[in-house]
């Protein structure tokens, strides 16, 4: 539940859960005092029912001692006030003695003394009954008994403090149960969130727990954890950066140190012409050029490959027949196979449209096909094609990779540079992949940068497709690159 609502909803509750408990203790109170007032009524009734024969007695409203009323003091005590009146309100006996009222003292009103006659009043704290007494058809006298409510002031006194015990009881119970409540809705998971902001801010392991919330604490957890696993994996893809290009940097040295080398001693053997024949000399000056040109193809390619390190994600595509675009992609590789006397069978089989960057597909061929041009030996093969998923593979693709191919190739057209050459061991096969990693030998092949293949992934990326290398000892090496086909 969002916290919202239920904040909303816990609101509603400590207002109306109060009142709501309030008011079923005042209808139970009330249901008890009307049940303990109607036996209060009988139990009134009955003793004045039972007084009265004494009390109607003629004899009692005459002026006499009081010793004569000796037989009401047995209904009378500290809790039942009688009293006897004389019709003129002049009282004859009270129970109770009032210091301040004289016996056969007048009442100063009479008239109010004959209100309410034989009828039981019923007060907060007493029952009263004031009747009239006949005899041969006159009034001879009134009596009025007052019957003090004490056990109920008592219990009233007794429910009003239970009452006020409950309530306060509840109330504590409310207030312990919202605080608990808060505490683990919003107190607890911000204090969890903040202790682990701070370890993640001071470098120390930070668990995801594994309680989920669907409230905007739960999202907000996400969201940390999220930004947090982001964070870390920019660390990582800068620490693997910074590990790159100190390995760059460092290979980038080692290569360029033998040409360098290389370089200097031919040019100091050339200094002194007259120790070296013409042809020496263009055969010095020859090697200085293929190594000068090799350290510029080393620096083009590193310039390459940093741009493409920072280049945005996606790159400008042109629409191309796809016939036209991989009879020109393909063509210009006979005359450097000729000078090294390999022989290069060349196949197209696509058809339709192509969305590429042309200027970067020529560069990822370029790439693939140097490296296989220096890795395959004279007198040897070297196949290059271009296949839409449609049409079978040619007949000429190695065996052992023919299945693995057919399953990878789906959906795709796929360019295949294969050669007759050494097997790259399997767990070089996916790091050939990598910048300045060669497999063993290959560095002393010369012309290489080692960025040719790292060059061709990240471009071929680009193009949304994928790269893949396959290699078997006893037959060579197959590199394909696989492109999307528009769909018509």
Known sequence: MKIKYWLIISFLLVMLLPVIALYFLYVSISSYDEKHDLLEYINVSNRL???????????????????????????????????????????????????????????????????????????????????????????????????????????????????????????????????????????????????????????????????????????????????????????????IQQKEKEFIVAALSHDLKTPLTVIQAYTEALQDETRLTEKEQYEYK?????????????????????ALQSAPEKIDLVEVDGQEFFDMLLSGYEEPCAKKHIHLHIEQNTNGQYDVNVKQMMRIVDNLMGNAIRHTESDHLIWLAAI?????????????????????????????????????????????????????????????????????KMLIEKHEGKINLFSKEGYGTLVACWIKERKA
């Open 388 to 456: 839409s998923y449609r049409a079978p593979l040619p007949n000429w693709v190695f065996s052992p990779f023919i299945n693995e191919l057919n399953e990878w190739r789906q959906g795709g057209t796929i360019i295949l540079i294969q050669n007759q050459g050494n097997e790259i061991p399997g767990n070089l096969q996916k790091q050939v992949f990598q910048p300045f990693l060669q497999v063993e030998g290959a560095r002393g092949l010369g012309g290489s940068s080692g960025l040719g293949l790292s060059i061709s």
């Open 49 to 239: 029912i039972e007084m009265q024969p004494i009390l109607e007695d003629g004899l009692l409203y005459k002026i006499q001692p009081n010793e004569n009323y000796d037989k009401i003091g047995k209904f009378a005590n500290e809790n039942v006030k009688i009293t006897l009146y004389r019709p003129d309100g002049i009282i004859l006996y009270s129970s109770i003695e009032d210091p301040s009222i004289n016996r056969l003292y007048q009442r100063s009103n009479v008239e109010t003394l004959y209100k309410s006659l034989n009828e039981i009043q019923k007060k907060h704290r007493s029952y009263s009954l004031k009747k009239a007494v006949f005899q041969d058809g006159k009034i001879i006298g009134l009596y009025e008994v007052t019957i003090a409510r004490k056990e109920w002031v008592n219990g009233v006194n007794d429910r009003s403090i239970t009452l006020l015990v409950l309530m306060s009881c509840f109330f504590i119970i409310l207030y312990t149960l919202v605080v608990f409540l808060l505490n683990r809705k919003l107190n607890k998971p911000l204090t969890i969130l903040q202790k682990e902001m701070t370890a993640f801010a001071n470098g120390q392991t930070v668990t995801n727990p594994n309680k989920k919330t669907n409230d905007e604490i739960g999202e907000l957890f996400s969201h940390f954890h999220r930004m947090r696993r982001q964070i870390e994996q920019t660390r990582e893809e800068l620490a």
């Open 286 to 306: 020859t090697i200085l050029f293929e190594k000068l040109h090799y350290m510029k193809q080393m620096l083009d390619d590193l310039t390459i490959y940093t």
